[in-house]
């Protein structure tokens, strides 16, 4: 029985968090009492939440391909650096015709040596890479609770345009199906 009340806690959670359905219409759809509701948002701070689902997947997906082209620009953009030897970065003592002494540095190609920084990735680079691309992967293709319960809304909303007997009986079956999917 415990399994069953917290199932529907979680669900209520989802139901008022993501969703933002009233309390009373909560109670109803899980056959509890609005106490019983006030109760949970109350003891787990769900108004704080609503507010921290500004932190949605689509806004990830975003911030995460911002991150992806800001990286990808600064090392296209990024100067190349040639890998001199430190020797010949040093100024030499020379002499002119006269015997006076004075400072000179070698003439060099900095292109003879071969490249330090360019505009290819680093292996810290790629593995950022990497790592941005497969977390966009991830939110693209896998879908959570949340996501089942934005269809099942946006489908009920549909057919209670069309058909509101129909679309509460859907309801149900949505809600049950939700409530067993979060039991796996």
């Known amino acids: 029985m415990a399994v069953r009340k917290q199932v529907e806690r979680d669900f209520a959670k989802i139901l008022f968090v993501n969703e933002n359905i009233s309390q009373k219409e909560i109670a109803s759809r899980l056959k509890v009492t609005e106490k019983t509701v006030g109760k949970w948002i109350k003891e787990d701070n769900w108004e704080s939440l609503k507010v ?10 975003t911030s995460l391909y911002k991150q992806l ?41 900095p292109k003879d ?19 941005i691309t497969s977390s966009i992967k991830k939110l693209e293709t896998e879908t959570n609770i949340g996501e089942t319960v934005e269809v099942a809304k946006q489908l009920i909303q549909f057919i209670r345009s069309q058909d509101v007997s129909f679309a509460n009986q859907l309801t149900k079956y949505c809600d049950g199906f939700i409530t067993q999917k979060m039991k796996k």
């Not at 921290?52 to 997906?61: A, E, F, I, P, R």
Request: hydrophobic share 35%; aromatic share 8%.
């Open 113 to 131: 040596y071969p490249i330090k920084i360019g505009n290819v990735a680093t292996s810290k680079d790629a593995d950022i890479i990497s790592k």
């Open 69 to 109: 082209e800001t990286l990808n620009n600064e090392i296209t953009n990024r100067p190349i650096v040639y890998d001199i030897p430190t020797f010949l970065l040093k100024p030499i003592k020379l002499k002119d015709s006269h015997g006076d002494e004075y400072l000179e540095f070698p003439k060099i190609n």
């Open 52 to 61: 921290s689902m500004l932190v949605t997947k689509d806004n990830q997906l």
